[in-house]
T-cell receptor, first 111, second 115 residues
Framework: LAKTTQPISMDSYEGQEVNITCSHN???????ITWYQQFPSQGPRFIIQ???TKVTNEVASLFIPADRKSSTLSLPRVSLSDTAVYYC????????????FGTGTRLTVIP | EAQVTQNPRYLITVTGKKLTVTCSQN?????MSWYRQDPGLGLRQIYY???????DKGDVPEGYKVSRKEKRNFPLILESPSPNQTSLYFC??????????????FGEGSRLTVL
C-alpha cells in the first residue's frame, strides 16, 4: 500500500512556476502516477500522468525521480485560474483495484 | 456530450432513511467507481466495478452498497444513513485500460447531509 503525502497548501504569485511534490512509498516499476485538478463545486479533472522520468503536456510537467518515492507536478507561469486543489494518485500494483488518492494540495495564486 | 451524471447534486436527509445516489455515464466505460471527499482526508474510494455484475469494496465501503446491472449505471445505496456519512460524493468512470493507469472521468459531485 502506497502511503501518499502532499503539502496541505501552497501560495504563489501569478507568473511564477509552481512545483507540488507528492511523496509515496516505493511503487512498482511500471506503476503510473496521475495528477488531478479540482475547482470548487466540480469533480477532479485529469491533468497528467507518467511512470518514469519526465512527462510534459500543454498544461503541466511531471517529474518522477529514479527511486520513484515521489513525484513533482510542475505548473509553469501560473495564473489566477490555476487556483485549485491538486491530487496525486500513485497506483499500487493492482491497477484500478483500490485507488488511493493523496490528501490534496490547495494552491492559491495571488495577483 | 460525454459525461458522468450524478443525481441528486444536493440532498439533506435524516438518519435511517434509505437513499440512493445515481450515477450514469454515456461513454460505454467498463470501469465505474464511487468516492467520498472529506476535509483533510481527500478522496477515498468506496466501491468500484470493473464491468457489469462485477463490483468490489474500496477503502471505505462500510455503510454503503452498490449494484452494476447495466454498463452505464452505478448507483450508490445508503440503506440506513448516519451523520458520519455526511460528505461530498463523486462517481467516476473510465475505459478499463485507462482506469488501470489511474485515468478517471469524474462527475460533478453529490453533497449529502445526514441529520
Amino acid at each position: 500500500l502506497a502511503k501518499t503525502t502532499q503539502p496541505i497548501s501552497m501560495d504563489s504569485y501569478e507568473g511564477q512556476e509552481v512545483n507540488i511534490t507528492c511523496s509515496h512509498n516505493n511503487i512498482a516499476t511500471n506503476d503510473y502516477i496521475t495528477w488531478y485538478q479540482q475547482f470548487p463545486s466540480q469533480g477532479p479533472r485529469f491533468i497528467i500522468q507518467g511512470y518514469k522520468t519526465k512527462v510534459t503536456n500543454e498544461v503541466a510537467s511531471l517529474f518522477i525521480p529514479a527511486d520513484r518515492k515521489s513525484s513533482t507536478l510542475s505548473l509553469p507561469r501560473v495564473s489566477l485560474s490555476d487556483t485549485a486543489v491538486y491530487y496525486c494518485l500513485p497506483l499500487t500494483g493492482t491497477g484500478a483495484n483500490n485507488l488511493f488518492f493523496g490528501t490534496g494540495t490547495r494552491l492559491t495564486v495571488i495577483p | 456530450e460525454a459525461q458522468v451524471t450524478q443525481n441528486p447534486r444536493y440532498l439533506i436527509t435524516v438518519t435511517g432513511k434509505k437513499l440512493t445516489v445515481t450515477c450514469s455515464q454515456n461513454m460505454n466505460h467498463e470501469y465505474m467507481s464511487w468516492y467520498r471527499q472529506d476535509p483533510g482526508l481527500g478522496l477515498r474510494q468506496i466501491y468500484y466495478s470493473m464491468n457489469v455484475e462485477v463490483t468490489d469494496k474500496g477503502d471505505v465501503p462500510e455503510g454503503y452498497k452498490v449494484s452494476r446491472k447495466e454498463k452505464r449505471n452505478f448507483p450508490l445505496i445508503l440503506e440506513s444513513p448516519s451523520p458520519n456519512q455526511t460528505s461530498l460524493y463523486f462517481c467516476a468512470s473510465s475505459p478499463l485500460d485507462r482506469a488501470n493507469t489511474g485515468e478517471l472521468f469524474f462527475g460533478e459531485g453529490s453533497r449529502l447531509t445526514v441529520l
